[in-house]
């Protein structure tokens, strides 16, 4: 069983840049489609980003085109999520998540087998 663990979030101002990281154990991510889901307080977890086994494939959501972009590097067994020009809106939890299978489209929870503890991203208008 893989254990993820992000790391990189923090408190930015709008227009800001971060880059969020996920760390695997226990398993090599290249046996994993990897993805990013966010959770703001009161909504639900909602899919951000996602990317096939050897990052061929790359998948986001209408709301972060252009602004995020996943990535990973197996040799490392470490997964990505660069966000620049961020928003007040992307203030949320940010979990890694690993699936056996790659899935394209508008993923939801239920898609990944394995789930990070999150780390905090707050963006301050």
């Known amino acids: 069983q893989v254990l993820l663990v992000e790391s990189g979030g923090g408190l930015v101002q709008a227009g800001d840049s971060l880059r969020l990281s996920c760390a695997g154990t226990?398993?090599?991510?290249?046996?994993?489609?990897m993805g990013w889901f966010r959770q703001a307080p009161g909504k639900e977890r909602e899919f951000v980003a996602a990317?096939?086994?050897?990052?061929?494939?790359?998948g986001y959501a209408d709301s972060v085109k252009g602004r995020f972009t996943i990535s990973r590097d197996n040799a490392k067994n470490m997964v990505y999520l660069q966000m620049v020009s961020l928003k007040p809106e992307d203030t949320a939890v940010y979990y890694c998540?690993?699936?056996?299978?790659?899935?394209?489209?508008?993923?939801?929870?239920?898609?990944?087998?394995?789930w990070g503890q999150g780390t905090q991203v707050t963006v301050s208008s």
């Open positions: 990317i096939s086994h050897y990052g061929g494939v790359t």
């Open positions: 998540a690993a699936a056996r299978k790659w899935r394209s489209g508008n993923l939801v929870p239920n898609d990944f087998n394995y």
């Open positions: 226990g398993g090599f991510l290249n046996a994993y489609s």
